[in-house]
């Protein structure tokens, strides 16, 4: 295995397990959301151009590249938009917020 192949492996699950404490660690739900979906979604890019660099064919180079960008685009969005319904309906579980910054965005009744 190459140096290059080796330091995105190693990156990637360092990002995977710094998702991981921030899910143990962080106090809230949503900054656990948060947490999980940015740096695991990083990580797992990571190993994905860390296997297309270490296979080296162009079938697989794509076909893995595929999957990262569909992982990158998919990830971080449905991980706000479910943390947007988590706020949005906090009058039925309420949250331990110090700031709502979409306070704003909740419809009116």
């Known amino acids: 295995m190459s140096v290059i192949v080796q330091v995105l492996l190693l990156l990637g699950c360092l990002l995977i397990l710094l998702a991981s404490v921030?899910?143990?660690?962080?106090?809230?739900?949503?900054?656990?959301?948060a947490a999980v979906s940015k740096s695991s979604t990083l990580g797992v890019v990571l190993l994905c151009a860390g296997a297309a660099v270490h296979f080296g064919d162009v079938l697989m180079g794509g076909l893995l590249g595929l999957a990262a960008l569909v992982l990158f685009l998919g990830i971080p969005v449905s991980s706000y938009l479910m943390a947007r319904v988590r706020v949005r309906n906090s009058r039925i579980i309420p949250l331990q917020l110090k700031r709502n910054d979409l306070q704003s965005d909740e419809p009116s009744v």
């Open 22 to 33: 921030g899910a143990v660690k962080f106090p809230d739900t949503l900054t656990r959301m």
